[in-house]
């Protein structure tokens, strides 16, 4: 066999010249920006994204729980021509994925909100932007992205959260969830730890971190600092005194169901109520005027002894009735878990952490790329199951996958 005959038979790869694409090759699944994540940002970051509540066992269940349920498929049909795409609130999907709200999002990231908004975007899927979001509600706007959501924390000083419902509502925003499972902080160990510090600041640890993540430390000097972007109505000693006024916390501990009917009345479009909601308050909110449920225990971010949010959803979706459109998140991670919230009864899945360590990893290319893994892991499921539109999954879901185990 001469050496001509031997190039044909093994195909050499043509070198990528592109170091982000070669980054991307390498990653197969939205796990694998984990890792990448991890080696790129300093110890506390990382720990901040990946980090759960107290022992971190609700950030554990919600995986263990997604991995119990396992699928019984329909064979012998004709799956070669399958469709992902959907609507909610009248807003139309390419695939039934939507990115969660994440705090300080520009921490991991120097464009952070911005870039993921616009791999949203380019994918046809929702982006909700948190309150705690390091850019501010009009400038994720002016990505011209047609699906926004708005995330609200409700705080002490009212102040500070009352007129971001008008500013979202001002700038477009299509959906206001109220994250209502937030009323204290959820005790991250490894932030104690770490010291934590938004941004960070200098330490002794911070500057032993920066001899061994210089580009972090470079990327973030060269970008505006990090703050509380859409707190700009006060000034930063106003917000510092809102936040340990009062009964001394940025959120409201005192947060009831009168606040929920006020905030109806303020905002127009459609209202979720995010946390890991039950049916009997799920039908208390239907009442106060709510039109949906982001069911989500936080991806185990704060209460740790809380169910895992996939086991609390068929008691949602039966005590709700079909039509009240749900989206679910926390575990997340692969498109066998979406398909699985589909079929027992969610409209949508969304992801915290598989996207937040895309960023990190690659801006927002890497966003993209985990939402594509996700996309054809999901596509893969239907087929390899025999269904062909989230309808039918939907349909056949408690044949498919009702029972754990
Ligand atoms: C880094 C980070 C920051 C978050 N910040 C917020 C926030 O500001 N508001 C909120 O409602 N949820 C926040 N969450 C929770 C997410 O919206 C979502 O519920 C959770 O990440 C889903 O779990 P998963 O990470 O396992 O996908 C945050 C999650 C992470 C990982």
């Given at each position: 066999?001469?050496?001509?005959?031997?190039?044909?038979?093994?195909q050499l790869r043509r070198f990528e010249r592109d170091p982000a694409q070669r980054l991307l090759n390498r990653v197969h699944t939205p796990d694998d920006f984990r890792a990448i994540a991890k080696r790129k940002l300093p110890?506390?970051v990382f720990?901040?994204v990946d980090?759960?509540?107290?022992?971190?066992?609700?950030?554990?269940?919600?995986?263990?729980?997604?991995?119990?349920?396992?699928?019984?498929?329909?064979?012998?049909?004709?799956?070669?021509?399958?469709?992902l795409?959907?609507?909610?609130?009248?807003?139309?999907f390419q695939v039934p994925i939507g990115l969660a709200?994440t705090?300080?999002t520009r921490m991991m990231h120097p464009t952070g909100e911005v870039s993921s908004c616009l791999a949203a975007m380019v994918k046809g899927i929702p982006y909700?932007?948190?309150?705690?979001?390091?850019?501010?509600?009009?400038?994720?706007?002016?990505t011209?992205h047609?699906?926004?959501?708005?995330?609200?924390?409700?705080?002490?000083?009212?102040?500070?959260?009352?007129?971001?419902?008008?500013?979202?509502?001002?700038?477009?925003?299509?959906?206001?969830?109220?994250?209502?499972?937030?009323?204290?902080?959820?005790?991250?160990?490894?932030?104690?730890?770490?010291?934590?510090?938004?941004?960070?600041?200098?330490?002794?640890?911070?500057?032993?971190?920066?001899?061994?993540r210089p580009q972090y430390?470079i990327n973030m000097?060269r970008h505006?600092?990090?703050?509380?972007?859409?707190?700009?109505?006060?000034?930063?000693?106003?917000?510092?005194?809102?936040?340990?006024?009062?009964?001394?916390?940025?959120?409201?501990?005192?947060?009831?169901?009168?606040?929920?009917?006020?905030?109806?009345?303020?905002?127009?479009?459609?209202?979720?109520?995010?946390?890991?909601?039950?049916?009997?308050?799920?039908?208390?909110?239907?009442?106060?005027?709510?039109?949906?449920?982001?069911?989500?225990?936080?991806?185990?971010?704060?209460?740790?002894?809380?169910?895992?949010?996939?086991?609390?959803?068929?008691?949602?979706?039966?005590?709700?009735?079909?039509?009240?459109?749900?989206?679910?998140?926390?575990?997340v991670r692969h498109g066998a878990d979406i398909?699985?919230?589909?079929?027992?009864?969610?409209?949508?899945a969304f992801i915290g952490r598989s996207y937040v360590y895309a960023v990190a990893a690659a801006g927002q290319r890497g966003v993209e790329h985990a939402i594509t893994l996700l996309t054809d892991q999901l596509r893969s499921v239907?087929?390899?199951?025999?269904?062909?539109?989230?309808?039918?999954?939907?349909?056949?879901?408690?044949?498919?996958?009702?029972?754990?185990?």
């Open positions: 066999m001469n050496l001509q005959e031997v190039l044909e038979l093994v110890r506390a720990d901040y980090g759960g509540a107290d022992e971190e066992i609700a950030m554990q269940a919600n995986r263990d729980a997604f991995k119990r349920r396992k699928l019984r498929p329909h064979l012998l049909r004709d799956v070669s021509v399958t469709d795409t959907g609507e909610l609130f009248g807003n139309p709200p705090g300080y909700v932007l948190s309150t705690m979001g390091t850019t501010t509600v009009e400038d994720v706007a002016a011209g047609p699906n926004l959501w708005f995330q609200l924390y409700v705080t002490s000083d009212r102040r500070l959260s009352d007129p971001l419902i008008d500013r979202a509502a001002a700038a477009g925003y299509k959906a206001l969830e109220i994250t209502i499972d937030t009323v204290v902080s959820g005790r991250r160990v490894r932030d104690m730890r770490n010291g934590l510090t938004i941004p960070p600041q200098l330490s002794i640890a911070t500057i032993l971190d920066i001899a061994t430390w000097l505006p600092a990090i703050g509380f972007a859409n707190f700009g109505a006060l000034s930063p000693e106003e917000v510092k005194s809102a936040s340990s006024t009062r009964i001394g916390t940025l959120f409201d501990q005192t947060l009831n169901w009168t606040d929920i009917e006020s905030m109806r009345k303020r905002w127009s479009g459609p209202l979720l109520l995010k946390g890991p909601i039950g049916p009997a308050d799920a039908r208390r909110a239907i009442e106060a005027g709510v039109d949906g449920f982001h069911l989500s225990n936080h991806g185990g971010r704060q209460l740790d002894r809380c169910a895992a949010t996939i086991d609390l959803l068929g008691p949602l979706r039966a005590g709700v009735g079909p039509e009240v459109p749900i989206v679910i998140d926390s575990g398909a699985v919230s589909i079929a027992l009864g969610a409209d949508m239907m087929q390899l199951s025999g269904v062909t539109t989230l309808a039918e999954l939907r349909q056949q879901g408690p044949e498919l996958c009702g029972e754990p185990g």
